[in-house]
């Protein structure tokens, strides 16, 4: 590449070669947190300077672009906002507090794709790094003999067949602790200590909505979930609907508060985790998909689309290209407002721009995207995978299966008849 190609230094092999961070384990929740938003978008040229490069120089340039337009920046909605303040609020206040009390938890619902995990985890991680400056990246509370590792945020997945071992294997394989021949109560009981001893503050547990509630392994691991809360710790349950999920079906909502509150729990007392028969309180906040009838509501995606728009790199993409005309209702009824659909019509549409020439996004080419959401990592029985607009799944592409034994699920009070 030449010393005077718009393109200098351009080196993108390094970076997009190596795999993403995986946030369930210490390292990789580390390297997440400190490379976050250190992406450097592809810059704007015009269709002149693109043509005035080399074919490799064009190539990379295109690469750059096709990165650029998969790594869109997190965008603050008046939906996330409302989540961040309400998870930055009780984790710092918590973290603050001194006396031995159980902590109040957050628990975040909505539906898939629409960036709950994301916000979550960028307030724990500016949390964490707020935490870190103010006792100079050192642990304020060493314990002697032990590995000096500090970890404000630990962050864990709910295992798709949870139970109480695979749920303390799971937080546990987030510091890296041994876990291969202890018993239940000596997992829990480290648990507590990895918690106490590497300083955390906040754990996320994410997808909790897994959990069913008429399978009794279930049920014990959501009594275990709620035994964690007497360690010291802000609990943070990200899921899918929880209100519908069962998750709550033994709490009750206090009306002063605003708060939901769950009675205390009889596995943590098994184990002695529990020094206090103490209700356990939730502050519930949903992270909702954009709607499109107010005014209020319009102007938000509309300054959304914006801000997709901003950070594209189109060579013919014209001044209001998702914003103008009947763009927005059009982007609206295609994704349902869902912001992770959005993205991904908007990430592959992009593509398609670029492979074919057309260079602008327009409704004849996003006409042609087919949405399709087939990811391994996520559990579509547990609502984390959202119903596409305008799809009909084909009776004939669906394989026959035969039908889950329901004869023994316990349904709840509500399912019972008879005294």
Known sequence: MSDDSPLPGLDLAAGLLEPPPRRDTYAGW?????????????????????????????????????????????????????VSRLVNRRIRNNALKTRPSTRAGVMVTGWGYQGKT??????????????????????????????DLHAPVAYAQTPVTAKPKSTCQAILGFFGAETK???????????????????????????????????????????????????????????????????????RFDEHTRQWVLPPS??????????????RRFDLVELDRFRYTTPGQIAAFHDHLAGLEANLRLLKAPPGMLTGGRMPEYLMRRTDGVVGLLERLIEDGCQEAIDSGKETLDEHLLDDVVLSLDDPDRDAQAGEVPAIPG?????????????????????GPKGRTGS
Not at 208 to 227: C, E, N, P, S
Not at 266 to 279: F, S, W
Not at 401 to 408: D, G, I, K, Q
């Open 30 to 82: 580390q390297r997440w947190r400190t490379s976050r938003g250190q992406f450097a978008p592809a810059p704007r040229l015009t269709l002149a300077q693109w043509r005035a490069l080399s074919p490799r120089e064009r190539s990379l340039y295109d690469l750059h672009r096709t990165a650029t337009h998969v790594n869109l920046p997190l965008q603050e909605t008046p939906m996330s906002l409302k």
């Open 118 to 147: 994301e916000t979550v985890c960028e307030v724990a991680a500016a949390f964490e790094d707020a935490w870190l400056a103010m006792h100079h990246h050192l642990h304020p509370h060493p314990v002697g003999g032990t590995r």
């Open 181 to 251: 021949w202890l018993t239940l109560p000596q997992l829990i009981r480290q648990v507590a200590d990895s918690l106490d001893d590497h300083g955390t503050k906040a754990l996320i547990l994410d997808d909790i909505t897994r959990l069913r509630m008429h399978r009794a392994d279930d049920q014990d691991t959501l009594d275990l979930i709620r035994a964690f809360m007497s360690m010291n710790v802000t609990l943070v349950l990200v899921g899918v609907d929880i209100l519908g999920s069962g998750l709550l079906r033994q709490g």
């Open 266 to 279: 009889q596995h943590a007392r098994v184990h002695g985790l529990e020094a206090t028969q103490t209700e």
């Open 391 to 411: 799809s009909t799944p084909s009776r004939t592409a669906q394989p026959r299966t035969r039908r889950r034994n329901t004869v023994f699920d316990d349904h």
